[in-house]
């Protein structure tokens, strides 16, 4: 897979840290939204794919 176009990578790290901020901001016990293919879903759990998820995408770029 390959970009469409071109990106401003220190725009892209700062969306991306400003995302991380506002989960981890979030309450664990507070209502969060349904996932489109998991349902209903956790703060716990949220948390969790989010992380994997995240480490997943690191890890491919050799971050």
């Known amino acids: 897979m390959y970009a469409k176009s071109t ?3 220190n725009a892209q790290k700062a969306e ?3 995302l991380i901020d506002r989960i981890v901001a979030r309450s664990l016990s507070a209502e969060w939204p349904n996932s489109a293919s998991m349902g209903k ?3 716990t759990h949220w948390s969790r794919l989010t992380s994997k998820h995240l480490d997943h995408h690191l ?3 050799g971050v």
Request: net charge neutral; with cysteine.
């Open 59 to 61: 890890r491919q770029f």
């Open 41 to 43: 879903m956790t703060g």
């Open 16 to 18: 991306c840290l400003s």
């Open 7 to 9: 990106y401003d990578f």
